[in-house]
């Protein structure tokens, strides 16, 4: 997966789980908790979502990685 698709399929997720004018304005290393205003079930229901569409398991100790978009499309290209 490159970071291009990395990104576009984080975008996409969040769009489900969290749509609205934040959204929009979501920079690449924004704090997606704080940013979005993500509680933990939303935050649970971003990380199911994204490991569905990337076909590959998330694990509790690998939320710290999935703090940004930015550092979310590195987790996603580097975990193949």
């Known amino acids: 997966m490159t970071p291009d698709e990395a ?3 984080i975008n996409e997720t969040l769009q489900e789980i969290a749509p609205g004018p934040a959204l929009d304005e979501l920079q690449a ?3 997606l908790h704080e940013r979005l205003e993500l ?11 994204l ?6 398991r998330i694990d509790e100790d690998d939320y710290p990685e999935l703090v940004t978009i930015e550092t979310a499309a590195k987790f996603l290209c580097t975990r193949e």
Not at 39 to 49: I, Q
Not at 51 to 56: E, P, V
């Open 39 to 49: 509680d933990s079930l939303d935050f649970l229901n971003f990380v199911e979502t």
């Open 51 to 56: 490991s569905d569409r990337a076909g590959r």
């Open 7 to 9: 990104r576009k399929m």
């Open 29 to 31: 290393d924004d704090d």
